[in-house]
Every structure is written in C-alpha cells, then in structure tokens.
C-alpha cells in the first residue's frame, strides 16, 4: 500500500510539474515554424509564478461559484491523473474507482464549473465563452460515448489499464478499428481543450475565443489555478491518448526508481512528439467558423462508429 502510494504521489507531480513544460514547447515549436523567434519553453512557469504573486480579484456580482471554480478546475485534472496509466502499467490505489466514463465525468467537473463562474461573472465575454463551449461540448459528448463504447467492445473492459493491457498485447500492429478510434479521441482532445481547429490559444481578439473568453473576470492566483488546470487537462488527456491508444510501451512494471526514471523519461519523449503534432496541425489549418463546428464533431462521431463497424467485420 506505501509503494503504491508514493507510486500515486508520483504520478501526480509528473503531471503538475510537465504540464506547463508541454504548453511551453507546443507554444515555441509554433513559433519556430512560423519562423518567429517566440517564448522560452519554461515562460508558463514565469507566468505561474507572476500571477501567484498578484492580488485576487473578483467582479461584485460574482458568488461562491466564481470563487471555488478555481480549486475545482485545478483539482479536477489531478483527480483523473489518479485513474490514468500516468507512469505504471498496472494499477495504483485509486485506478477502479472509476472506469473511461467515470473518468470523463471527472475531467468534464472542471469545464462545467468555468462555464458556471463564467456566467456567474455577468461578464457578456465570460457569457460567450460559456455559450460556445456548451455548443462544443454538447457536440463532443455523443462521439466520447461512442469512443468509450467502442473500445470497451474491442477491448472487453472500460478501465483504462485494462484497456490498456488488452489493446498492448491484442495485437503487435494496430488494426483499423484500432487506428480509427484513436484519430476520432484526437480530434475530440483537440475541441475539449481549445485547440485549434475549434479554439484559437493564441488569440486575445473576443469574437474568435472560447476558452480564453471564460477567465477574463478572473486575475492573481485565481488566474494562475485555471490556467494550470487547463494545461493539466490537456496533459492528462494526452496521456490517455498515448499510454492507452497509441503506444503503451515504456510504463513502468515495478515501482522502482529505475522504472520510474525510465517510465518518466518515455512519458516525456511522447509528449514531445506530440507537441510536434499538435504544433504542425495548429500551424497547418486555420480555426474553422463557430458553425462549422458540427461538421467537425461530425466527422469525429463517423470515425468512431466505423471503427465498430470494421472490428464486428473483421470478427
């Protein structure tokens, strides 16, 4: 139980302390290949720690809403990072409280919450965000079932280290069914954490962002906490991307301190090749219109069910 704890404790300070090193490169890697000289890789740390040193604030009209948002965003992807293959290959203390949809109820807490303090805010920007995000998340939501249905069909379990052992081990090569499912979590990662095609992070122009619209009433550590989260959010969600769909390989069988090392150092190399993805496809396409948002999600919805398709064939 003590291994499998500090194993636990482990796994969460991997996330908190990597999360914003990803943003840092994905934000320097953009900028690299539109040969712009951009950020230091470690800013968002400057950028925590400038905000933590500032003084909180909060609009007159805000409640209790606006004001524990924060902890929840910032908590909300801690608490999934505890039901996630992070670093081992087998499960930790928590791993079956929850299976993939127990865990996205988890993750989405923190996005409910930042719609809530963000009309909650009476802030017209913080009430756009909110509206187009429900828009996103309404669109997202019935693809994620399909995803979490379709790989428990494949896979015969729903927990992520289960699928994650049967996915590994199925197969040495990654059927179509396989490969479909993992295009369709991409492209929904990419709409639930702001990315683009749908969210544009970089932008401050009011009328084209979503995410960055809902923190505009929040300042000082308030600002700090959601901002981290979010960065966390997308961590975690890649990590599911590569440790459970992509590439298992390199998680640690053993809770040692060369396991660990070595589990660490894999977990930082996928994430760097998937900065270079997300940094291409965000310099490659361009945010699509608000109303083409559906066709997007859309295509996501169809992927996923071909996928189901093509595995009940291929039996």
Same mark, same amino acid.
């Not at 969460?12 to 890789?41: D, F, H, M, N, Y």
């Not at 400038?50 to 909300?76: C, D």
């Not at 990662?189 to 970089?202: C, F, H, K, S, W």
């Not at 996501?300 to 071909?306: N, P």
């Given at each position: 139980?003590?291994?499998?704890? *500090?194993?636990?404790?482990?796994?969460?300070?991997?996330?908190?302390?990597?999360?914003?090193?990803?943003?840092?490169?994905?934000? %320097?890697?953009?900028?690299?290949?539109?040969?712009? %000289?951009?950020?230091?890789?470690?800013?968002p740390?400057f950028?925590?720690?400038?905000?933590?040193?500032?003084?909180?604030?909060?609009?007159?009209?805000?409640?209790?809403?606006?004001?524990?948002?924060?902890?929840?965003?910032?908590?909300?992807?801690?608490?999934?990072?505890?039901?996630?293959?992070?670093?081992t290959?087998?499960?930790?203390?928590?791993?079956?409280?929850?299976?993939?949809?127990?865990?996205?109820?988890?993750?989405?807490?923190?996005?409910?919450?930042?719609?809530?303090?963000?009309?909650?805010?009476?802030?017209?920007?913080?009430?756009?965000?909110?509206?187009?995000?429900?828009?996103?998340?309404?669109l997202?939501?019935?693809?994620?079932?399909?995803?979490?249905?379709?790989?428990?069909?494949?896979?015969?379990?729903t927990?992520?280290?289960?699928?994650?052992?049967?996915?590994?081990n199925?197969?040495?090569?990654?059927?179509?069914?396989?490969?479909?499912?993992?295009?369709?979590?991409?492209?929904?990662?990419?709409?639930?954490?702001? %990315?683009?095609? *749908?969210?544009?992070?970089?932008?401050?122009?009011?009328?084209?962002?979503?995410?960055?619209?809902?923190?505009?009433?929040?300042?000082?550590?308030?600002?700090?906490?959601?901002?981290?989260?979010?960065?966390?959010?997308?961590f975690?969600?890649?990590?599911?991307?590569?440790?459970?769909?992509?590439?298992?390989?390199?998680?640690?069988?053993?809770?040692?301190?060369?396991?660990?090392?070595?589990?660490?150092?894999?977990?930082?190399?996928?994430?760097?090749?998937?900065?270079?993805?997300?940094?291409?496809?965000?310099?490659?396409?361009?945010?699509?219109?608000?109303?083409?948002?559906?066709?997007?999600?859309?295509?996501?919805?169809?992927?996923?069910?071909?996928? *189901?398709?093509?595995?009940?064939?291929?039996?």
């Open positions: 139980m003590l291994a499998a704890a *500090i194993g636990q404790c482990v796994a969460v300070l991997v996330v908190l302390t990597l999360a914003p090193l990803l943003k840092g490169v994905i934000a %320097r890697l953009e900028a690299v290949v539109q040969s712009r %000289r951009g950020p230091s890789p470690f800013q740390y950028d925590l720690a400038k905000l933590f040193g500032k003084q909180r604030s909060a609009t007159p009209e805000a409640s209790w809403v606006f004001r524990f948002t924060p902890y929840i965003v910032f908590a909300a992807p801690i608490a999934f990072a505890m039901l996630i293959p992070v670093l290959a087998f499960p930790l203390s928590w791993a079956f409280m929850a299976d993939m949809v127990g865990s996205g109820f988890v993750i989405g807490i923190g996005g409910f919450f930042t719609n809530l303090a963000a009309m909650d805010s009476a802030s017209p920007y913080g009430g756009l965000g909110a509206s187009r995000s429900r828009l996103v998340s309404s997202a939501e019935p693809t994620l079932i399909l995803i979490f249905f379709a790989v428990g069909y494949i896979s015969g379990g927990v992520p280290f289960v699928v994650n052992d049967v996915l590994h199925a197969s040495p090569l990654i059927t179509p069914s396989h490969a479909l499912i993992a295009a369709a979590f991409l492209m929904v990662l990419l709409a639930e954490t702001g %990315r683009l095609p *749908i969210d544009n992070p970089g932008t401050a122009q009011e009328l084209s962002m979503i995410e960055a619209s809902r923190l505009f009433e929040f300042s000082g550590p308030d600002q700090a906490l959601m901002e981290w989260g979010g960065w966390m959010k997308l975690v969600l890649l990590v599911v991307w590569l440790n459970v769909l992509i590439w298992p390989d390199g998680l640690a069988t053993q809770i040692t301190l060369p396991a660990f090392a070595i589990a660490i150092g894999t977990l930082a190399a996928k994430m760097l090749g998937a900065a270079v993805l997300i940094a291409g496809i965000e310099s490659a396409l361009s945010k699509i219109r608000i109303l083409r948002v559906p066709e997007y999600l859309g295509g996501t919805f169809v992927l996923s069910f071909l996928s *189901i398709v093509l595995f009940s064939l291929g039996r």
